[in-house]
């Protein structure tokens, strides 16, 4: 099959995602995958022009060596910050009934608001099926607040065009059928593990002796995009204020809050307790998680954005048999229940007082068996099997539609 995926970050630089797997997983068996993508972080990044051009990279593989993604990524104006959506309009809109002459997709899969309303648009009167992927409520991580009512309403009008609609857990496919889209239409597509990657027999004691970790010393970790909803400022204050210098908090990535927990670490004396790591390449990830004993997702519940997701790292912390200490947030608490390994807390504050719970209690261990057995069902592998029959299926079901249409 011939795929076309459109979406509204980086594909290079963000972390690799639901989409980056399947779509690899995908070309190595033989899909030839294009991805229109948008260069999102242009505006923390230092600035060479007032535009950019288009551009194509050849060959892009994040994670599955042999992987043959083409990568295009329409030009936008950089002069303001809303103006890049505005060019954004015309250069995706352009690009994707380019991609439909030139490339001849059997279908298009949908990541964003803007150019997913333009795909399902493009695609009306076609044999083209499109289908409307959603990993994340993308309207409420748009950074003005009064512009989400907007992109609200566009993934409305997308989710009634789409000819179908994939979400990542039971919690989003309620909010996506509540927004509008048809149930019969609508499934969930959950995420995915490679169970012989992220292996828990990996060797984590290199990390560990690298940034100085000792034996006697309990791990916390994270790992991500480092969002200012994230509850990590939080578990850094209380790290601060426990008399157990062993019990430490290590963090891998990027993004908003970076700059503001290295300032909570230099202001509350945790540089012996709290390392922030920067962004790591994805085959390393294994053995940062494997120098932990206690994975965590500490975000706010009341975070909107937060209620309906299940990151796909939750299944990377416990593919590696680690316990998770989470917030309870409703799409978690409906993906995983209450007795797989993940350990729920009401707020970020709370999040130091349960490890050292889990700790004195001695069932590390015992609550990452759990975790383990549970990720294993959800090999890369079995999701892709299923993704690629719901695209045949749509493919399928779309030429059988116009068709008796056109009769």
Same mark, same amino acid.
């Given at each position: 099959?011939?795929?076309?995926?459109?979406?509204?970050?980086?594909?290079?630089?963000?972390?690799?995602?639901?989409?980056?797997?399947?779509?690899?997983?995908?070309?190595?068996?033989?899909?030839?995958?294009?991805?229109?993508?948008?260069?999102?972080?242009?505006?923390?990044?230092?600035?060479?022009?007032?535009?950019?051009?288009?551009?194509?990279?050849?060959?892009?593989?994040?994670?599955?060596?042999?992987?043959?993604?083409?990568?295009?990524?329409?030009?936008?104006?950089?002069?303001?910050?809303?103006?890049?959506?505005?060019?954004?309009?015309?250069?995706?809109?352009?690009?994707?009934?380019?991609?439909?002459?030139?490339?001849?997709?059997?279908?298009?899969?949908?990541?964003?608001?803007?150019?997913?309303?333009?795909?399902?648009?493009?695609?009306?009167?076609?044999?083209?099926?499109?289908?409307?992927?959603?990993?994340?409520?993308?309207?409420?991580?748009?950074?003005?607040?009064?512009?989400?009512?907007?992109?609200?309403?566009?993934?409305?009008?997308?989710?009634?065009?789409?000819?179908?609609?994939?979400?990542?857990?039971? $919690?989003?496919?309620?909010?996506?059928?509540?927004?509008?889209?048809?149930?019969?239409?609508?499934?969930?597509?959950?995420?995915?593990?490679?169970?012989?990657?992220?292996?828990?027999?990996?060797?984590?004691?290199?990390?560990?002796? $690298?940034?100085?970790?000792?034996?006697?010393?309990?791990?916390?970790?994270?790992?991500?995009?480092?969002?200012?909803?994230?509850?990590?400022?939080?578990?850094?204050?209380?790290?601060?204020?426990?008399?157990?210098?062993?019990?430490?908090?290590?963090?891998?990535?990027?993004?908003?809050?970076?700059?503001?927990?290295?300032?909570?670490?230099?202001?509350?004396?945790?540089?012996?307790?709290?390392?922030?790591?920067?962004?790591?390449?994805?085959?390393?990830?294994?053995?940062?998680?494997?120098?932990?004993?206690?994975?965590?997702?500490?975000?706010?519940?009341?975070?909107?954005?937060?209620?309906?997701?299940?990151?796909?790292?939750?299944?990377?912390?416990?593919?590696?048999?680690?316990?998770?200490?989470?917030?309870?947030?409703?799409?978690?608490?409906?993906?995983?229940?209450?007795?797989?390994?993940?350990?729920?807390?009401?707020?970020?504050?709370?999040?130091?007082?349960?490890?050292?719970?889990?700790?004195?209690?001695?069932?590390?261990?015992?609550?990452?068996?759990?975790?383990?057995?549970?990720?294993?069902?959800?090999?890369?592998?079995?999701?892709?099997?299923?993704?690629?029959?719901?695209?045949?299926?749509?493919?399928?079901?779309?030429?059988?539609?116009?068709?008796?249409?056109?009769?």
């Amino acid at each position: 099959m011939r795929i076309l995926i459109t979406q509204e970050t980086d594909w290079l630089k963000r972390n690799p995602a639901q989409q980056h797997h399947l779509a690899e997983m995908l070309s190595l068996r033989g899909h030839e995958i294009r991805v229109i993508d948008y260069e999102f972080l242009w505006r923390i990044e230092a600035r060479k022009r007032l535009y950019s051009m288009r551009g194509i990279f050849e060959n892009v593989s994040k994670i599955h060596q042999g992987a043959n993604i083409t990568l295009i990524r329409p030009g936008i104006v950089k002069i303001l910050p809303w103006l890049d959506y505005v060019s954004l309009i015309f250069s995706h809109r352009r690009e994707i009934k380019r991609q439909i002459k030139e490339f001849s997709p059997d279908v298009i899969i949908g990541l964003g608001i803007l150019n997913s309303y333009l795909s399902a648009m493009a695609t009306k009167n076609s044999n083209i099926p499109f289908i409307y992927y959603w990993i994340d409520v993308l309207h409420l991580l748009i950074p003005s607040k009064p512009l989400r009512f907007l992109g609200k309403l566009v993934e409305r009008a997308v989710l009634k065009r789409a000819d179908r609609v994939l979400v990542i857990n039971e $919690e989003l496919k309620d909010y996506v059928v509540a927004l509008g889209a048809l149930p019969e239409r609508s499934q969930v597509l959950r995420a995915g593990i490679d169970i012989g990657r992220f292996n828990p027999n990996s060797d984590g004691d290199a990390i560990r002796k $690298e940034y100085g970790y000792s034996e006697q010393d309990v791990i916390l970790f994270f790992m991500g995009w480092l969002y200012s909803f994230s509850g990590l400022k939080e578990v850094c204050s209380q790290l601060a204020q426990i008399e157990n210098h062993n019990l430490k908090l290590f963090i891998v990535g990027d993004g908003d809050a970076y700059n503001e927990l290295c300032a909570i670490r230099d202001r509350q004396g945790l540089q012996d307790r709290l390392i922030l790591a920067g962004k790591k390449a994805y085959q390393e990830i294994p053995a940062f998680i494997s120098a932990s004993d206690i994975c965590l997702l500490p975000a706010y519940p009341a975070e909107k954005i937060m209620q309906h997701i299940v990151p796909i790292k939750m299944y990377e912390y416990m593919a590696m048999r680690k316990p998770v200490i989470a917030t309870k947030l409703p799409g978690l608490i409906k993906e995983f229940g209450e007795d797989n390994g993940i350990v729920y807390v009401d707020r970020p504050e709370d999040v130091v007082e349960k490890a050292i719970e889990l700790i004195d209690s001695a069932s590390v261990e015992v609550l990452g068996t759990k975790a383990r057995s549970f990720a294993e069902k959800y090999d890369w592998d079995r999701i892709t099997d299923q993704f690629e029959r719901i695209l045949e299926e749509a493919t399928k079901e779309k030429a059988g539609t116009n068709e008796t249409i056109h009769r």
